[in-house]
């Protein structure tokens, strides 16, 4: 396909859920969500594709064709706050197209093909990534996923509620992962590490999610002696170094971006501090080991500062190595397409457990993603188009 082709099809979302910053605010079941979803039916209309929901908020249009299993691609429209333009959605404007591109060839599958729009993939609203996947998949308890909630304190049942959707029916789907014989989530890559326009995902590194509590008291910033204090903000600024330090001497990653203190005040000492650790390396010892040595750590220094602290696990997700004879099935199919791992979450990686599933990566030139300067060009995302359409083709026949 032509650029300028991709370019028509992406424009008809661009502005939808875009911040002042030039990022995304697309959250899990608000309403610029319910406006993606709207979009996504509307396009399935068009192509004759019969939508539904599932019972956990994942949305699926299908091209029903032949028998058996289908071929299952898609990703998600969800962001992370003020995220780029391409996490997600590319994926499943890209399936739209690729659809297109098989009909005008005059295709017709010999099993079903479906898209799938999955929900709450970032966390970016209730803190648990790839949440409608999970949730699919039988690895989170419904009861604790509809009392998650977002950072108003509105829990998930009562989003889902408010958007028409029923939170009582969440849970496993096994039949509907038996209903798919394969699935390919086509991606933008999030490093710099793909310099042919398209890739595929060997692996997905193991990660992590863990909620951190520092407690102290609250006083007066002007009035306190030093020697008084039990200031929760300084464990917490021991903290951040200690991931950092931690991570590298280990040869993985540490992050903490997210970040709540009460009562939030300039002139007074917080009384306590919230912030979310997210971990990840390229196996799990490596992992386990960054976790021990920075709780140890942390927990350490909290008793100099006489202060509080837990960290208690939102998520973990153990390392994903992708089906081989699917990936390089692939590769070779798109003339021996580079082969590389990732260190970024995605629902394939959940329904991996479940399902034979590959990734296509489409090249990002900066290698920004979860930023507003998330990119990929307009040429590299129609080979990306060209380059599912062939899997679909291939998987479908
Ligand atoms: C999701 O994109 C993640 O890697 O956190
Ligand atoms: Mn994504
Ligand atoms: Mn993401």
């Known amino acids: 396909m032509d650029a300028t082709g991709f370019r028509r099809l992406w424009d008809q979302i661009a502005e939808t859920g875009r911040a002042d910053s030039g990022g995304y605010l697309r959250f899990s079941w608000s309403a610029t969500d319910l406006a993606l979803r709207e979009w996504f039916d509307a396009q399935a209309a068009e192509r004759g594709l019969r939508v539904e929901s599932d019972r956990n908020g994942n949305r699926f249009a299908h091209w029903d064709a032949g028998t058996g299993p289908g071929v299952l691609t898609g990703s998600h429209f969800d962001s992370v706050p003020h995220g780029g333009a391409y996490d997600g959605p590319l994926g499943i404007v890209s399936a739209l197209l690729a659809v297109d591109e098989l009909r005008a060839s005059g295709f017709t599958p010999a099993r079903p093909i479906v898209i799938g729009a999955f929900t709450e993939e970032e966390g970016g609203r209730f803190g648990v990534p790839c949440l409608g996947s999970r949730l699919m998949a039988g690895v989170v308890d419904p009861d604790r996923a ?216 489409v090249r990002n030139p900066t290698g920004v993603s979860h930023a507003p300067g998330e990119g990929a060009s307009d040429e590299d995302c129609a080979a990306g188009v060209d380059a599912l359409a062939a899997v679909l083709r291939d998987l479908a026949c």
Do not use: C, Y
């Open 146 to 361: 509809r009392a998650l909630t977002d950072p108003d304190g509105t829990t998930l049942a009562e989003a889902m509620r408010a958007a028409g959707a029923d939170p009582d029916a969440l849970g496993p789907d096994p039949e509907r992962l038996a209903s798919f014989t394969a699935f390919v989530e086509l991606h933008v890559e999030q490093g710099r590490a793909l310099e042919a326009p398209v890739g595929v995902a060997s692996a997905i590194w193991p990660h992590g999610r863990w909620r951190m509590t520092f407690t102290g008291a609250g006083d007066h910033a002007g009035t306190t002696r030093i020697p008084d204090r039990r200031d929760p903000m300084l464990t917490f600024a021991f903290a951040v170094l200690a991931a950092r330090k931690e991570a590298r001497l280990a040869g993985g990653l540490a992050t903490v971006g997210r970040v709540e203190a009460v009562p939030n005040a300039t002139n007074a000492i917080a009384s306590q501090v919230t912030a979310w650790l997210d971990s990840r390396a390229p196996d799990e010892a490596v992992l386990a080991e960054i976790l021990s040595g920075f709780t140890s750590k942390v927990k350490d220094r909290a008793e100099r500062d006489g202060t509080g602290f837990t960290i208690a696990a939102e998520s973990e997700t153990p390392i994903v190595e992708f089906d081989l004879a699917l990936r390089d099935r692939i590769a070779a199919l798109l003339g021996g397409a580079p082969v590389l791992p990732t260190g970024a979450g995605h629902d394939a990686g959940v329904l991996a457990a479940h399902v034979p599933t590959a990734m296509l990566f």
